[in-house]
C-alpha cells in the first residue's frame, strides 16, 4: 500500500470514529427523552433523567395523557406550526430579495451596507433584546405575533447565505432576461427563484429551527396564555403546585418529530444548498 493511500485510509478512519462518537453524543439525549417518555411523570422528578429501563414501570400512559387528556398542549403545538410557518415564508421572502439585491445589482453603498450586516451577524440577539422590546412597545404589537415574527424577517445570516448562493448566477442569465422584456421582478421571480431552491431548502429548515425552537423573544413579547408557543407552554408545565412531569417528558418528546419530519423532507435539497453556498467567494 502506497503512502498517500495509507494516508488517506488513516483519516477515513479517524473521520469515521469522529462522526460516531458525534452521532452518539447527538442520540444519547434523544434516546434519554425518549424512555422517559414511557415512565411516570414521577419518576422524572425522583431519579430525573437516566438511561436505565424498568419494563415494569414503562407504559403509554403518558402517550395517552397527551393526545386525549384535558390540557393546552395542542393549542400550543399549533400556535407553533402557525408562527413558524409564518415566520420561515416571510423571512425567506424578504431575506432573498435583499441577498438576491446584494449579489445582482451595483449601487452606491452596498459594500457598506453588507459590512452592516456582516456586522449584525457578531451581535448576540441578548444586546439588541431590550431596543426591540421598547420598539414593540412603542408600536403598540405586545401581545401579538406581529411583534414575535417582525424583528427577524430581514434575517442577516439568511441574508449572507443568498448572497453567497447568488453570486455564482451567471450574470448573462439576468441580462438575457430583461432582453426578453422581463421586469426585475418578473426575472428574480421566473429566472433566480427556481435556481435558488435548494438554498431556499436549507435556510427553511435552519430557519424553521430557530422560529420552532425560540423561547426568549417570546416569553418577552406574548403574554396571553392562549397564544403561547410550544416552548412557553411547556415551561408552564414546571412548577412545584402540581405534578405536571408526564405531560412535560412525553410532549418534550413529541416536540422533536416536526423539525425531523422537516430535515428529512428537505435533507437532499439541504446538503445539496449548504454546498454550494460553501463555495461561493
Given at each position: 500500500?502506497?503512502?498517500?493511500?495509507?494516508?488517506?485510509?488513516?483519516?477515513?478512519?479517524?473521520?469515521?470514529i469522529?462522526?460516531s462518537?458525534?452521532?452518539?453524543?447527538?442520540?444519547?439525549?434523544?434516546?434519554?427523552?425518549?424512555?422517559?417518555s414511557?415512565?411516570?411523570?414521577?419518576?422524572?422528578?425522583?431519579?430525573?433523567?437516566?438511561?436505565?429501563?424498568?419494563?415494569?414501570?414503562?407504559?403509554?400512559d403518558n402517550?395517552?395523557?397527551?393526545?386525549?387528556?384535558?390540557?393546552?398542549?395542542?393549542?400550543?403545538?399549533?400556535?407553533?406550526?402557525?408562527?413558524?410557518?409564518i415566520?420561515?415564508v416571510?423571512?425567506?421572502?424578504?431575506?432573498?430579495?435583499?441577498?438576491?439585491?446584494?449579489?445582482?445589482?451595483?449601487?452606491?453603498?452596498?459594500?457598506?451596507?453588507?459590512?452592516?450586516?456582516?456586522i449584525?451577524?457578531?451581535?448576540?440577539?441578548?444586546?439588541?433584546m431590550?431596543?426591540?422590546?421598547?420598539?414593540?412597545?412603542?408600536w403598540?404589537?405586545?401581545?401579538?405575533?406581529?411583534?414575535?415574527?417582525?424583528?427577524?424577517?430581514?434575517h442577516?445570516?439568511?441574508?449572507?447565505?443568498?448572497?453567497?448562493?447568488?453570486?455564482?448566477?451567471?450574470?448573462s442569465?439576468?441580462?438575457?432576461?430583461r432582453?426578453?422584456?422581463?421586469?426585475?421582478?418578473?426575472?428574480?421571480?421566473?429566472?433566480?427563484?427556481p435556481?435558488?431552491?435548494?438554498?431556499?431548502?436549507?435556510?427553511?429548515?435552519?430557519?424553521?429551527?430557530?422560529?420552532?425552537?425560540?423561547?426568549?423573544?417570546?416569553?418577552?413579547?406574548?403574554?396571553?396564555?392562549?397564544?403561547y408557543?410550544?416552548?412557553?407552554?411547556?415551561?408552564?408545565?414546571?412548577?412545584?403546585?402540581?405534578?405536571?412531569?408526564?405531560l412535560?417528558?412525553?410532549?418534550?418528546?413529541?416536540?422533536?418529530?416536526?423539525?425531523?419530519?422537516?430535515?428529512?423532507?428537505?435533507?437532499?435539497?439541504?446538503?445539496?444548498?449548504?454546498?454550494?453556498g460553501?463555495?461561493?467567494?
Amino acid at each position: 500500500m502506497s503512502r498517500g493511500k495509507k494516508k488517506d485510509r488513516i483519516t477515513s478512519i479517524f473521520l469515521v470514529i469522529m462522526f460516531s462518537i458525534l452521532a452518539i453524543l447527538i442520540i444519547i439525549p434523544v434516546y434519554t427523552i425518549f424512555i422517559a417518555s414511557f415512565k411516570p411523570g414521577g419518576d422524572l422528578l425522583q431519579y430525573g433523567l437516566n438511561l436505565g429501563i424498568d419494563w415494569s414501570r414503562m407504559s403509554l400512559d403518558n402517550y395517552k395523557l397527551l393526545f386525549t387528556g384535558q390540557h393546552d398542549y395542542w393549542q400550543w403545538f399549533f400556535n407553533s406550526i402557525i408562527l413558524t410557518v409564518i415566520t420561515v415564508v416571510l423571512t425567506l421572502l424578504v431575506s432573498a430579495f435583499v441577498g438576491y439585491g446584494f449579489a445582482a445589482y451595483e449601487f452606491k453603498g452596498r459594500n457598506v451596507l453588507f459590512v452592516i450586516v456582516l456586522i449584525i451577524l457578531s451581535v448576540p440577539f441578548e444586546v439588541v433584546m431590550l431596543p426591540l422590546y421598547k420598539q414593540m412597545s412603542s408600536w403598540g404589537l405586545m401581545d401579538s405575533y406581529v411583534a414575535v415574527v417582525l424583528p427577524f424577517l430581514a434575517h442577516a445570516s439568511t441574508i449572507f447565505f443568498f448572497r453567497q448562493y447568488l453570486l455564482g448566477i451567471p450574470k448573462s442569465l439576468l441580462e438575457a432576461g430583461r432582453i426578453d422584456g422581463a421586469t426585475e421582478y418578473g426575472i428574480f421571480l421566473r429566472l433566480v427563484v427556481p435556481i435558488m431552491k435548494p438554498a431556499f431548502a436549507a435556510m427553511a429548515i435552519l430557519n424553521g429551527m430557530n422560529a420552532w425552537n425560540n423561547y426568549l423573544w417570546p416569553l418577552l413579547v406574548v403574554r396571553s396564555s392562549d397564544k403561547y408557543t410550544l416552548t412557553l407552554g411547556l415551561n408552564t408545565l414546571i412548577n412545584p403546585y402540581g405534578d405536571n412531569y408526564s405531560l412535560l417528558v412525553v410532549g418534550a418528546f413529541f416536540s422533536i418529530v416536526p423539525i425531523f419530519i422537516l430535515f428529512v423532507c428537505f435533507q437532499k435539497y439541504f446538503i445539496e444548498g449548504m454546498t454550494a453556498g460553501a463555495v461561493k467567494e
